[in-house]
């Protein structure tokens, strides 16, 4: 079964900054399209950003466009999410999934596109 595994979470203060990371063993990501989630308590889960498999299209959730910045890097077989200038409101835990393909329109921030996820990593903003 297809399993990622994300890491890099943590506790950091506003305006901190983290990265996550997404790896899996046994397959090639380089095939996929990645997607990164979150989900904060008693709130449903949210698309974050999205890199196609070859890395050339990218796509962001309003509420982190030009602080948060998706890559991949197809040696490493792992995609990563630079998260900067972080605020309280980021707290949640991230997960990434696996898309089949890449989506232009606003689905591409849809669970139900995606068919593999991780466990999750928590990212706790707090001061």
């Known amino acids: 079964q297809l399993q990622l595994v994300e890491s890099g979470g943590g506790l950091v203060q506003p305006g901190g900054s983290l990265r996550l990371s997404c790896t899996t063993s046994?397959?090639?990501?380089?095939?996929?399209?990645i997607g990164w989630f979150r989900q904060a308590p008693g709130k449903e889960r949210e698309g974050v950003a999205t890199?196609?498999?070859?890395?050339?299209?990218?796509n962001y959730a309003d509420s982190v466009k030009g602080r948060f910045s998706i890559s991949r890097d197809h040696a490493k077989n792992t995609v990563y999410l630079q998260m900067n200038t972080l605020k309280l409101e980021d707290t949640a835990t991230y997960y990434c999934?696996?898309?089949?393909?890449?989506?232009?329109?606003?689905?591409?921030?849809?669970?139900?596109?995606?068919?593999?996820w991780g466990q999750g990593t928590q990212v706790t903003v707090s001061s």
């Open positions: 999934a696996l898309a089949t393909r890449y989506l232009y329109d606003d689905n591409w921030s849809s669970a139900k596109e995606y068919i593999a």
């Open positions: 046994g397959i090639p990501l380089s095939y996929y399209v």
């Open positions: 890199i196609s498999n070859t890395g050339g299209f990218t």
